[in-house]
């Protein structure tokens, strides 16, 4: 559904990338906040799980107010509770489930005294009925009492406290259920047809006919209930009491309000969803019993519960940890902001941030793809004109620069069709040319039948920026390429890009580590080493035995580490979060190079550059194997000059062709100025070109104080702006900034 909106002169479009029902289905998949076992088998839904919390301080009086949050009857419920919640407990499948009838108890006795706090509602107009005696009709009391009703009982008795003390609650208990009733609006009329317990029709009827509705209990009888009054049958046990109470209550509400139809369900005892792991759970015994309970022993119990929650995703996954969210709950929050036709989109960080690696479906036990949304909300974005362009427009025109300056597509020297074609991707020769020149100087080695290169992007870089137009182009531009050698076999050293080109079925791909392995690996000393497996690698079970494999035939042993195989988490460079969330992506790399002291190896280069990035000894499985030593990590600029010298080279020496690479005017650089332009991501190129400029027009702005010119170029959507001076020797810049935006 899509529809256009005109405010203040401009268009804004809106597009609904799925509906409610879409929402609340995919919000199902996560059971993060289905109830723990305990609340789920519970059918007054006590969040027991909170009072082990505070119970396990010492903090009683806090867990008894959990309790009280949902009945008031928290001393009738330490002494007649029936423990459903014990059952549902966790620790049960270990050894004994926590007594938590006991800590109800300890509650009672440590925390229960004083006046109950409660929240009322505003007063509402309607006047409702309650018949009976018993503790159904109280409960029914407070239900409707606290939604701020006008509540009539109908009671012989006449006395709250009478049907208390009738379950075994002495002055002071009684007293102190009773404080909840505080302000309530309830009138007693008291009636003798109600003495025997049998109620009376032809007494009562003309008189609750006043009533808009009400509520009988189901201990009274009565051969035909009026319109709009209810009743349940007869319910044994406290729990299930009160929980009868609290559904028919909800039914006549929802009866007098004109909401819904037919009655509420009664809560009863259910399994509970939430999936909660038991790894390094150990049984255990428990230590009291609700009918010798002291304080010590109560909070030692309570401290006895895991506090169960599914935190599957969330224990590998450094954007969920870092923005303090669940993925039930984000989603929520970035359909809300799709929804904003203007205004701020709050999410947008959130959106950009997930480097979609998939990490988290893999770790979920029912399969909940988060990062699915978040493609989904960065493609509707971009269609209607809500992602701003300067969120992907680094890394956007770093591809068009791989697929144009520094592209490179050439069959082996002397064949006009080859069997092979090797692509090494745009990270490898931007990280480290050296490894890309020496596996395809090996492969046409060892290979027959002729192998052919490509130097370039797959279109990932726009896939993950939700630029479909431009992964398209991208895909095609190398689908020309293989066409013209013939249709060769695709030698990817890279899982993402092979992943990517899995789009073209006709396309025969295999990894670089297969093809290598076959022809057999010279076995070199190499010692114990950490294998990180690639996001690209995810579900790929063949490819990661393979890099396995590959790395003991060079003679090492494999150190397998923690969130390793489909687990593994994301370097930090994939959905360009280096580019959209700097902060995000190093803590990333942190992580996932902190599961080792040793040497970490990769098979992807855009890990080895993050990890690298990060302090680790990292290396990329061809280094290991061609011998080449990683070098310093290098910056934005010179990413962009490995890719043009690898050109250059490979040219010369393999085709025997000439490439001039672009004179640039001679420049030095002030101290700290490339590491602001690293982090301001600007690149020598971009001072370049405004320095180009300035030499043509002589425009600049001149600075007295220091002697310094500033002068600036517009490049696209960017404004760079240079700060410099000039000597015979020629530039010396001191700094750089600029202003990545568009204004209408």
Known sequence: ???????????????????????????????????????????????????????????????????????????????????????????????????????????????????????????????????????????????????????????????????????????????????????????????????????SKEALEPELLEFDGGIVSPLAGWPEIPEGFFMVEPLEGVEWILAGAKALALSLERYVQRVGAGEAEREGRKKSGLFVTMDGVEGSLALVDREHVTKEGAAAEAGRCIQCQCLECVKGCVYLQHFKRNPRAAIREIYNNMSIVMGNHMANGLINACDECGQCQAACPNGFDYPDVCRIAKRTMVETGKMPPSAHEFALLDQEFSNGEAFLARGEPGKERCRYLFFPGCQAAAVSPDTVEAAYLDLRRRLLGGVGLVLGCCGAVSKWAAREDLSRRALEQFRDSWEKMGRPRVICACPTCRKVFEEIPEMETVGIWEVLLSLGLERKAFGTVAIHDACGARGDEGTQRGIRAFVEALGCQVEEVSFGGDLSPCCGYGGLLRYTNREVAEKKAAFAAGRTDGRLLTYCMACRDQFSRAGANSYHILELAYGVEPGPVPDLSARRGNRLRLKQKLLGEVWKESFVMETEVPVSYGEGVEALMEERMILKSDVNAVLQAYEASKEAVYDETSGRLSACLRLGNVTFWVRFGKDEKGYTVYGAYSHRMTVD
């Open 1 to 199: 559904m899509e529809r256009t909106k005109q405010v203040v002169g401009k268009h804004y479009r809106m597009k609904q990338a799925f509906g409610q029902e879409e929402l609340h289905e995919r919000e199902a998949v996560c059971t993060r906040e289905d109830p723990p076992g305990c609340q789920a088998a519970c059918p007054l839904r006590i969040d027991m799980r909170q009072v082990c919390a505070y119970g396990a301080k010492g903090d009683f009086r806090k867990a008894a107010a959990v309790i009280r949050t949902v009945t008031p009857f928290l001393f009738l419920l330490s002494k007649h509770c029936g423990g459903a919640c014990q059952e549902g407990c966790k620790l049960a499948e270990l050894g004994d489930g926590i007594r938590l009838p006991a800590l109800e108890r300890a509650c009672a006795l440590y925390g229960g005294s004083g006046k109950v706090n409660r929240f009322m509602l505003p007063k509402k107009g309607e006047r409702l009925a309650v018949v009976g005696d018993d503790l159904f009709a109280l409960a029914c009391l407070w239900e409707l009492g606290k939604k701020g009703y006008e509540v009539f009982w109908f009671t012989a008795c006449g006395s709250m406290k009478e049907v208390l003390l009738g379950w075994g609650l002495s002055e002071e208990e009684a007293a102190a259920e009773l404080s909840a009733f505080s302000g309530l609006r309830i009138e007693i009329r008291k009636q003798e047809a109600l003495s025997e317990g049998v109620l």
